[in-house]
C-alpha cells in the first residue's frame, strides 16, 4: 500500500477496474428500496435494479454511509501501513457523507483529510484516480489532497434526466426547482455548480438533449486541450447504454489529443435521484 491511503465513496461510479488499478478504497452508501436498505453495488442495490424499482412505482431513496464505516476504513488503512489517508466523497451540498468521514476522522489512528470535492460521478471518480497516481508515485498528504482538489475543480458536469421528479424528491435540485413547471415538457439540461445541481438550459427533445451534451463537451474538452493538458472524458447513463454509447463515439472522434474515455452508468445512489434514462457527460482534465 502507498504511504498515504484514498478513499473516495460509491456516487463516483467507478468502472472495478478503475478502482483497482488507482488502488482507491470506495465507501458505500445505501439504497432503501421499500424501507429495505442495502449498500450500493450489493445484490438489489445495481443501477438496474433502481431504474426498475422506479419504472414499477416503488419506494426508493438513499442513505450515507454510517461513521463506523469510515472508521473501520481508517484503522484497515493504518493496519495495511498508511501513514495518512485522503477522504474523497461526493458534494457535502448534496449528500451527509462528508461529515461522516468528517467525524470519523477525528479519532482515526492515522492524519486523516477529508476534502470537500464539490462534485460527483466521475468527475469524483478521476479526482480520485489523480489522487491514487499521486499516492503510488509517493506523494506526501498535501501532494494526494492537492491531486484530487485540483481535477475535481477542473472538471464539468452536464447531464440531461427524463424530468426533475426523483431530484424533487430527494431534494437534490436546488436551483434547478426553477424548471418543475415546465418539466413535463422539456428535458432538463443540468450542471453542477459549487457544488449544487443548477439548471443550464432547458431543451425540448430528446436527441436535441444529446446534441446539447455533444456540444458542451466538445467545447470544454477544446478548453482543456488548448492547455496541453490530457482530458478524462465520462459519458454516463441510468437504464439504457445504447444513447452513451453513441455520444462517446461522437465525441472520441472530436478529441484533439489523448484521452481517457470511460463509458459507464452512474452510481445505483445517484440513479435514485436522476431517474431512468439519464445520460451525462464528465470532461475532466488531468
Known sequence: MADV???TDSTASLPLDRVVRAGLGVIPLQVVIDG?????????????AVAEAIRTGRRVSTSRPAIDEFAAAYRSAAEAGATAAVVLPMSARMSGTFDAATVAARAA????????????AMALGFAAISAGTAAAGGGDLDRVAAAAAGRAAAAETYFVVDDLEQLRRGGRIGAAAALLGSALAVKPLLTLVDGEIRPRERVRTANRARIRLEELATVAMA???????????????LDDPAPAEELAFRLQRRAEGPLDLVITPVSAVLGVHTGPRTLGVVVSPE
Open 223 to 237: 478548453k482543456a486541450y488548448a492547455t496541453g493538458r490530457r482530458v478524462g472524458l465520462a459519458v454516463h447513463y
Open 36 to 48: 429495505r436498505s442495502r449498500a450500493e453495488g450489493a445484490t438489489g442495490a445495481s443501477p438496474e
Open 5 to 7: 491511503a484514498v478513499f
Open 109 to 120: 489512528p492515522i492524519p486523516v483529510r477529508v476534502i470537500d470535492t464539490g462534485t460527483l
